[in-house]
């Protein structure tokens, strides 16, 4: 990658935030969980209570994007077909058509994707995971590129429900959507929720997407980093601290780390893949051609915090994903 195309890739990064600007006020890992997600061609994963722009920012990257767009809005009601398509079968002619759901599309909404049931859920799973949908006994490819960016509540309990572990998987993102700080409240205030009539300019398109995306994985990453994403993805696995396989190497993490009795099931690989993606894009964000260890340690908690599944002493004793993935960064040595 030259620097002349790394410079203007990075001018468009800054200018994509500029006019989500327009709209958002703040929520800056919002923006940039977005934008990794793009550049990485994974999904994303929104969480937080009602009120904080997270659809209100997936429709603005839409915009910007120049991207076809669906939303989808979960309820317990929905049926898989409502989500993927299904055969219609056509009286005059004798015949089954097909008719393709909302998910055939560049950009998805899933609205509170945890007020539908696993079984609706899971008809995102191939589409998330393969890029296809089947319906009936065809399969049928979905246009490029292809984003899921779903929305959860995490306070309510009533009508919701988990999401499957294989489908948190298939997100290479979890943000958390905080409130805004006194400063922006006013600003978001002021507009009297009227943000969504502030215009934006289109600045990507389908060819200008992927040349981003090949941009990042053009990034340089040295095997000492390659061994240090592994390092602590193996550090949120219990039973690999202990493996004989690890040679040893978690021994003394093992032993001091005091709270492994928090984590009953650890991150896969696609975890270590994801790592090192949106480290590449961060570094591409901020203008470099090379991956630094604190390009890791800035993606690591979006990339794990859903991936690993706590026991029953970490809700007990108020533990969280994040401060266990803080603990994991500051035990496994930087190269």
């Known amino acids: 990658m030259s620097d002349e195309n790394q410079k203007e ?18 929520q800056k890992t919002v923006v940039e969980g977005i934008l990794t997600a793009v550049a990485c061609g994974g999904h994303i994963l929104l969480e ?11 429709k603005t990257f839409a915009e910007i994007s120049g991207l076809s767009f669906k939303r989808i809005q979960f309820t317990p009601d929905l049926l898989p ?55 009936g006994s065809e399969s049928y490819a979905l246009p490029e590129p292809f984003l899921v960016l779903a929305t959860q509540n995490p306070i309510e309990q009533e009508g919701t429900y988990n999401l499957p572990e294989a489908e948190l998987d298939r997100f290479l993102l979890k943000i958390l959507v905080d409130y805004p700080s006194p400063r922006e409240e006013v600003a978001i205030v002021k507009s009297c929720g009227n943000a969504h009539m502030f215009p934006v300019s289109r600045i990507l398109d389908a060819g200008k997407i992927k040349e981003i995306q090949c941009a990042a994985d053009s990034v340089k990453c040295a095997d000492k980093i390659i061994e240090y994403i592994v390092s602590i993805v193996n550090a949120t696995r219990p039973s690999a601290l202990s493996d004989k396989k690890s040679g040893g190497k978690f021994d003394s993490f093992s032993k001091n780390s005091g709270f492994l009795k928090y984590i009953n099931f650890g991150s896969s690989p696609r975890a270590g893949i994801a790592m090192l993606k949106c480290a590449k894009a961060h570094a591409l964000f901020d203008g470099r051609d090379f991956v630094l260890p604190e390009d890791v340690k800035a993606v690591a908690a979006p990339v794990l915090r859903h991936r690993i599944v706590l026991s029953y002493e970490a809700n007990a004793d108020g533990i969280t994903s994040d401060e266990l993935i803080e603990r994991i960064l500051n035990f496994v040595p930087i190269p």
């Open 9 to 26: 890739i990075k001018e468009t990064i800054d200018t994509i935030k500029s006019e989500l600007a327009r709209r958002i006020v703040g």
């Open 81 to 135: 077909a409502d989500v993927s398509g299904t055969l219609i079968y056509e009286q005059g002619t004798g015949r089954f058509s097909v008719r393709k759901g909302p998910v055939f599309t560049n950009v998805v909404l899933a609205d509170e994707i945890n007020r539908s049931p696993a079984k609706v859920q899971s008809a995102l799973l191939e589409a998330m995971a393969e890029k296809q949908v089947t319906i």
């Open 48 to 58: 937080g209570v009602p009120g904080l722009a997270k659809t209100l920012a997936v």
